[in-house]
T-cell receptor, first 118, second 112 residues
Framework: GAVVSQHPSRVICKSGTSVKIECRSL??????MFWYRQFPKQSLMLMAT?????????EQGVEKDKFLINHASLTLSTLTVTSAHPEDSSFYIC??????????????FGPGTRLTVL | QKEVEQNSGPLSVPEGAIASLNCTYS??????FFWYRQYSGKSPELIMF????GDKEDGRFTAQLNKASQYVSLLIRDSQPSDSATYLC????????????FGSGTRLLVRP
């Protein structure tokens, strides 16, 4: 249980183009999904929190107009990197939150999307 | 002060030994803690979580929580080369309990 998929797994694009990444919870409903970015040899950095049916909340320093998030259903959230530039090249990982008591909320991660912007 | 701290390693242990990974946290109010394993080039996978003081065992893994000393550790018994990975400790953020803050991770190398 608690399987999260992400698509595509790898994308290479030209500078200035937009890239959409999908994150799906396959066997549970996720009211909250998270988008992280990870640069080589660094830890996970939370970019934004995606709530079904409402606007995403972004972490400080993350441009909401550049990283568009849509959480259209309880099983799908999308991240669109608009006008991508080489510095946006990174490993983007989503996670979905399973509900339990506040002590046992857990996040399960998708397999990640490696974005390379030429 | 970072909210969750880990030694970056690498921690090198021989196959069959016990690997001990440690994590300290700054928020005394934190109630639950998570250990994730991340292989190179892959996303993190949940190993286990713990929210009570003491030990929690799951197969070869044991998580230990000491709230008074504000540390949580992960023991891996009978370490295998396939355990070689980066282990991330995570705790709820001070500003939002359902968001996690991750340590920088400890790289574990298990020598055959």
């Amino acid at each position: 249980g608690a399987v999260v998929s992400q698509h595509p797994s790898r994308v290479i694009c030209k500078s200035g183009t937009s890239v959409k990444i999908e994150c799906r919870s396959l066997d549970f409903q996720a009211t909250t999904m998270f988008w992280y970015r990870q640069f080589p040899k660094q830890s996970l950095m939370l970019m934004a929190t995606s709530n079904e049916g409402s606007k995403a909340t972004y972490e400080q320093g993350v441009e909401k107009d550049k990283f568009l998030i849509n959480h259209a259903s309880l099983t799908l959230s999308t991240l669109t990197v608009t006008s991508a530039h080489p510095e946006d090249s990174s490993f983007y990982i989503c996670s979905a939150r399973t509900l339990g008591t506040s002590y046992t909320d857990t996040q399960y991660f998708g397999p990640g999307t490696r974005l390379t912007v030429l | 002060q970072k909210e969750v701290e880990q030694n970056s390693g690498p921690l090198s242990v021989p196959e069959g030994a016990i690997a001990s990974l440690n994590c300290t946290y700054s928020d005394r109010g934190s109630q639950s803690f998570f250990w994730y394993r991340q292989y190179s080039g892959k996303s993190p996978e949940l190993i286990m979580f713990i929210y009570s003081n003491g030990d929690k065992e799951d197969g070869r893994f044991t998580a230990q929580l000491n709230k008074a000393s504000q540390y949580v550790s992960l023991l891996i018994r009978d370490s295998q080369p396939s355990d070689s990975a980066t282990y991330l400790c995570a705790a709820p953020r001070m500003d939002s309990s359902y968001k996690l803050i991750f340590g920088s991770g400890t790289r574990l190398l298990v020598r055959p």
